[in-house]
C-alpha cells in the first residue's frame, strides 16, 4: 500500500487527467460509459456480473484521480 501511495505522489497529475479522459469517459457516444452505468445503478438495474466490472473499470480512473486531488490537497496544507 505505502508503494503505491508513493507512486501516486509522485505521477503528474496530468496523467490521472488523461486516464479519466479516456478510460473514465470511453466511449462518448452516445453517452460515456460511467454515467451510463451509473444511472443503472441507482435506478436499481445493475444486475449482470459484466455490467458490473464495466463499472469498477470505468470508475477506476476517477477514483484514482480524486485520491490524487487528496494527496494533493494534504501536500498543500503542509507547506508554510
Known amino acids: 500500500?505505502?508503494?503505491f501511495v508513493r507512486w501516486v505522489d509522485r505521477a503528474p497529475l496530468w496523467l490521472?487527467?488523461?486516464?479519466?479522459?479516456t478510460l473514465g469517459l470511453a466511449p462518448?457516444?452516445?453517452?460515456?460509459h460511467v454515467a451510463e452505468k451509473l444511472r443503472w445503478l441507482f435506478a436499481g438495474e445493475l444486475g449482470q456480473p459484466q455490467d458490473i466490472l464495466d463499472l469498477v473499470m470505468h470508475a477506476i480512473p476517477w477514483l484514482l484521480m480524486a485520491?490524487?486531488?487528496y494527496r494533493n490537497s494534504l501536500a498543500a496544507g503542509r507547506t508554510p
Do not use: H, R, S, Y
Not at 490521472?16 to 479522459?21: E, G, K, R, Y
Open 67 to 69: 485520491f490524487k486531488l
Open 16 to 21: 490521472f487527467a488523461l486516464f479519466v479522459v
Open 1 to 3: 500500500m505505502k508503494a
Open 28 to 32: 462518448w457516444v452516445p453517452e460515456p
